[in-house]
């Protein structure tokens, strides 16, 4: 496990999630070129998300699986 921890820019994150339905994990499903995930480079599709929590709606805190 890991923590990943971005800050929102104006396309968001940058990336997009599939899954949590029917107690399925949620996972990371595509990393938007040059968005903050990307830039981090700490988060990678395929990822779960296992925590997520928002300070002012800038920053954003995961705890991640892979």
Same mark, same amino acid.
């Given at each position: 496990m +890991? +923590?990943?921890v971005l800050k929102k820019g104006p396309s968001g /994150? !940058? @990336?997009n999630i599939v899954g949590? *339905? *029917?107690d399925e994990g949620i996972f990371v499903s595509f990393i938007l070129?040059? !968005?903050p995930a990307d830039v981090? !480079?700490? /988060?990678h599709k395929g990822d779960q998300l296992l925590s997520v929590s928002a300070v002012e709606h800038l920053f954003?805190? @995961?705890i991640t699986y892979r």
């Open positions: +890991r +923590r990943v /994150l !940058g @990336f949590g *339905e *029917e070129p040059g !968005g981090s !480079g700490d /988060l954003h805190n @995961f």
